[in-house]
């Protein structure tokens, strides 16, 4: 009897081991759809008028709103930081990488993908890569299980400056050169919605890297022409479908409550304006590097939110390390950090009050706060020259989105702390800053 009671004990405890074994087993799958070039204004959610973005405005009142979220002036050095949770200047890489170009996103970085791949994510990265085309820099070899899209910007075509043929991949070969740019958002939709159809029942992670909407646009014939904005409106409008795809799929396999969907892009937006901030891509002022952040997940995250924090894509790895229950890399320095608080309730509290602005390599100004600072010795860092710092400016972000108030004068004191905070955080990046990988040939 005695040894009955031990074995009835024992199938419980074995049995209690399963149940929290399938607990572990329901971490959230993510989808992150991350759009090229596309402005803080260029949807409905956030206060454009003029393009329909139906899906994306109902994503806003199932989800939360992130104001205060940053990413860099331009493509490569965002999608660094995104991979790595670091700014980009810690693991040295530039503004743009070209196809000329011989150096990548380094392997020995523990990517997003690989940070989930601790617990037997499946994962796929659809669209554009942008951090080295060699071989051992493509995702398929930065914990990716699955790649389709272009390594780099649709802009860099056959002949432009000597460059080959744009490649399309799928997996590790390339199936294409110079496709059809008009199909991208819808090959790249029906591609993810493929591999979540195929990994329903374990969990995955979709990184959905859009090609639109950076130049040259293009639009497929359901979307061309039907925008009040032009071409541009017309692939926001085509963005917005492919979003309401791969939400539709979400629900349809029962998986929306298990699922967080991230959507944000890389920088502000080319030739055109992002009010109400100063600048657009290319440029550390708000508009180059504030974007357009919304998340959902629905019993979690509170429907209908938004969240003033300061945020950004640097803090995504630590934040996804933290919901699928994997570790950070011990031996190296990460800058961003986990923001799950914010994402459960947006008044919890700032989880960082400072953040930096690279314009490639070079820091070019500091936010603490309220307050953001472009030191005299970092002018000309912030961009192109009609938008660039002459000398050092102090505005604060809390009265000023548009950067138009110069207050150093009015505020020594915040100007020389900051002057300090900015030295000592370029010195640290500076003495502790990981190589970039090399292609050897
Ligand atoms: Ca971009």
């Not at 199938?11 to 399963?18: A, E, F, N, Q």
């Not at 994510?121 to 085309?133: D, V």
Request: proline residues 7%.
């Amino acid at each position: 009897m005695k040894q009955l009671i031990s074995l009835l004990s024992l199938m419980l405890i074995v049995g209690w081991g399963s149940d929290s074994e399938a607990a572990n087993h329901a971490s959230p799958n993510i989808v992150l759809i991350f759009i090229d070039d596309m402005g803080y204004a260029d949807i409905g959610p956030f206060g454009n008028t003029d393009v329909k973005t139906p899906n994306l405005d109902r994503f806003a009142t199932e989800g939360m709103k992130f104001t205060n979220f940053y990413a860099t002036p331009v493509c490569s050095m965002s999608r660094a930081c995104l991979m790595t949770g670091c700014y980009n200047a810690r693991v040295s890489v530039p503004g743009v990488l070209f196809p000329r170009d011989n150096v990548g996103l380094n392997p020995s970085e523990v990517t997003l993908a690989e940070i989930v791949k601790q617990k037997n994510y499946a994962t796929c990265a659809i669209g554009k890569w942008h951090l080295g085309h060699h071989p051992e820099f493509l995702p398929l070899r930065q914990g990716f299980d699955r790649y389709f899209g272009l390594p780099y910007s649709n802009d860099m075509l056959a002949g432009r400056n000597g460059m080959p043929p744009l490649p399309l991949y799928d997996n590790d070969k390339v199936i294409e050169t110079e496709p059809d740019q008009s199909q991208l958002t819808k090959r790249y939709t029906e591609k993810a919605i493929e591999f979540i159809r195929q990994n329903q029942n374990s969990p995955f992670f979709v990184y959905l890297p859009h090609t639109m909407i950076h130049f040259p646009l293009a639009a497929s014939a359901s979307f061309l022409g039907k925008s009040k904005m032009g071409l541009i409106g017309d692939t926001i409008e085509e963005i917005d479908w492919s979003v309401g795809q791969i939400m539709g799929t979400l629900k349809e396999l029962n998986l929306d409550d298990n699922t967080l969907v991230v959507f944000t892009s890389d920088n502000g937006p080319a030739r055109r304006e992002a009010p109400p901030f100063r600048g657009n891509k290319g440029t550390i002022f708000e508009g180059g590097v504030r974007e357009p952040c919304m998340m959902r997940w629905p019993g979690k995250i509170p429907a209908g939110t938004t969240c003033h924090e300061i945020a950004g894509n640097i803090d995504m790895l630590p934040t996804f390390a933290k919901l699928v229950g994997a570790t950070l890399p011990k031996d190296r320095i990460l800058d961003g950090r986990d923001i799950t608080s914010l994402m459960y309730d947006p008044k919890s509290g700032p989880v960082r009050d400072t953040h930096l602005y690279y314009s490639g390599l070079k820091l070019g100004a500091i936010r603490q706060g309220k307050w953001k600072y472009f030191p005299s010795s970092a002018a000309g860092n912030a961009g192109n020259n009609k938008t660039k710092e002459t000398k050092a400016a102090l505005y604060d972000l809390s009265t000023d989105l548009g950067e138009s108030n110069n207050v150093a004068e009015a505020n020594p004191d915040v100007v020389m702390k900051l002057e300090q905070e900015f030295k000592t955080r370029r010195e640290e990046i500076e003495a502790n800053k990981r190589p970039v990988g090399r292609h050897a040939d």
